[in-house]
T-cell receptor
Framework: AQTVTQSQPEMSVQEAETVTLSCTYD???????LFWYKQPPSRQMILVIR??????QNATENRFSVNFQKAAKSFSLKISDSQLGDAAMYFC????????????????FGTGTLLAVQP | NAGVTQTPKFQVLKTGQSMTLQCAQD?????MSWYRQDPGMGLRLIHY???????DQGEVPNGYNVSRSTTEDFPLRLLSAAPSQTSVYFC?????????????FGDGTRLSIL
């Protein structure tokens, strides 16, 4: 079975600084996707960034980027120029690809990292 | 755009009562899912559906029933509420066209069982 581990329950960063959130996963599958979701106090689940396992290039979305190390099964999120609005719970999630058949709408989540941004 | 709509947003029940959490999406998505979120445990999959008339169990299905009679709706039923079902419940939907498509989440239902 696939598992996702986020070993940092809480992190803190100063406004305008850079912070990296860690995520590791365990799988024997070769076709999968990885996601980072943000959950602010409003409770909404907001997609931040996604990475396809077959793509070696790290995904980037504005101030958010990932460091995808497939062999190490590591998928960290880097937030540059942190803003007060980045304060939230961040979840790493795994989703299997189509290669193995069956339903692919099942997300496996880590336990989350609560990010505080200090002004 | 309405997206994924969950009702109610908050609910308090007594042990043994039954209720249905509603979920509706207007994006014509094939896939729909229910998750529960508990402190320190992330989100865990309860049930999911890949299309109308097709449902299956996720990681934590006990105590919950689902049905999918239409593409738009995917209600979650608690048959006999227990305090262990106190949680925040999220409904999500996504297109079936590729596993990389993001899931769209509703705003959640906070459920307390006394």
């Amino acid at each position: 079975a696939q598992t996702v581990t986020q070993s940092q329950p809480e992190m803190s960063v100063q406004e305008a600084e850079t912070v990296t959130l860690s995520c590791t996963y365990d799988t024997s599958e070769s076709d999968y996707y990885l996601f980072w979701y943000k959950q602010p106090p409003s409770r909404q689940m907001i997609l931040v960034i996604r990475q396809e396992a077959y793509k070696q290039q790290n995904a980037t979305e504005n101030r958010f980027s990932v460091n995808f190390q497939k062999a190490a099964k590591s998928f960290s999120l880097k937030i540059s120029d942190s803003q007060l609005g980045d304060a939230a719970m961040y979840f790493c999630a795994y989703r299997r690809g189509l290669l193995y058949g069956g339903a692919t709408n099942k997300l496996i989540f880590g336990t989350g990292t609560l990010l505080a941004v200090q002004p | 755009n309405a997206g994924v709509t969950q009702t109610p947003k908050f609910q308090v029940l007594k042990t043994g009562q039954s209720m249905t959490l509603q979920c509706a999406q207007d994006m014509n998505h094939e896939y729909m899912s229910w998750y529960r979120q508990d402190p320190g445990m992330g989100l865990r999959l309860i049930h999911y559906s890949v299309g109308a008339g097709i449902t299956d169990q996720g990681e934590v299905p006990n105590g919950y029933n689902v049905s999918r009679s239409t593409t738009e709706d995917f209600p979650l039923r608690l048959l006999s509420a227990a305090p262990s079902q106190t949680s925040v419940y999220f409904c999500a939907s996504s297109t079936g066209q590729g596993a990389g498509q993001p899931q769209h989440f509703g705003d959640g239902t906070r459920l307390s069982i006394l």
